[in-house]
T-cell receptor, first 117, second 109 residues
Framework: GAGVSQTPSNKVTEKGKYVELRCDPISGHTALYWYRQSLGQGPEFLIYFQGTGAADDSGLPNDRFFAVRPEGSVSTLKIQRTERGDSAVYLC???????????????FGPGTRLTVL | AQRVTQPEKLLSVFKGAPVELKCNYSYSGSPELFWYVQYSRQRLQLLLRHISRESIKGFTADLNKGETSFHLKKPFAQEEDSAMYYCALKGGATNKLIFGTGTLLAVQP
């Protein structure tokens, strides 16, 4: 079956603009994660959805960042008033529902490379 | 604080040589640790997890709670092992992952 998909694959924008990044998880995966990977760093957690609700948004760096998942499937990460420091690869991952037991493997998408000029 | 440290940015070895990619962690409680791999032009994927105690593609990793380490080892490196390797820690009940900065493994012919 299809894996996690992300669009666009690349996005170039100007400082101060608004951007939306989209993630399509694997069908049946109710858990969805966003990570940000800056150059030379590992992925850094941003937000986690279980179904439609954000269960953990502790990684969002500030209130310019927001994410939604209105129907419990596709998610959109929204960045307002972009800054040059927002330039990074934004990764989405999905997994089966959390059961309170051992780790459910997260399957990653190819990422969206955001460049803020 | 929860943290993962990978001290080497680059590890270069010759084909057939042993490999050890270092990972240290900081976590209060019982950690769950993983190695993720990213091959060139491919997406990030799970290589192995400590609770499975398995060998994948000849790689193994043992959790050493005394040394707070989870080093990745392979006795004989192959050229196709060349990739970026990330050590990761499950950070709490939400399943979120805390990654190290990664080590680029380059296996020379």
């Amino acid at each position: 079956g299809a894996g996690v998909s992300q669009t666009p694959s690349n996005k170039v924008t100007e400082k101060g603009k608004y951007v939306e990044l989209r993630c399509d998880p694997i069908s049946g995966h109710t858990a969805l994660y966003w990570y940000r990977q800056s150059l030379g760093q590992g992925p850094e957690f941003l937000i986690y959805f279980q179904g439609t609700g954000a269960a953990d948004d502790s990684g969002l760096p500030n209130d310019r960042f927001f994410a939604v998942r209105p129907e419990g499937s596709v998610s959109t990460l929204k960045i307002q008033r972009t800054e040059r420091g927002d330039s990074a690869v934004y990764l989405c991952a999905s997994s089966l529902p959390l059961s309170g037991g051992p780790y459910n493997e997260q399957f990653f998408g190819p990422g969206t490379r955001l460049t803020v000029l | 604080a929860q943290r993962v440290t990978q001290p080497e940015k680059l590890l270069s070895v010759f084909k057939g040589a042993p490999v050890e990619l270092k990972c240290n962690y900081s976590y209060s409680g019982s950690p769950e640790l993983f190695w993720y791999v990213q091959y060139s032009r491919q997406r990030l994927q799970l290589l192995l997890r400590h609770i499975s105690r398995e060998s994948i593609k000849g790689f193994t990793a043992d959790l050493n709670k005394g040394e707070t380490s989870f080093h990745l080892k392979k006795p004989f490196a192959q050229e196709e092992d060349s990739a970026m390797y990330y050590c990761a820690l499950k950070g709490g009940a939400t399943n979120k992952l805390i990654f190290g900065t990664g080590t680029l493994l380059a296996v020379q012919p």
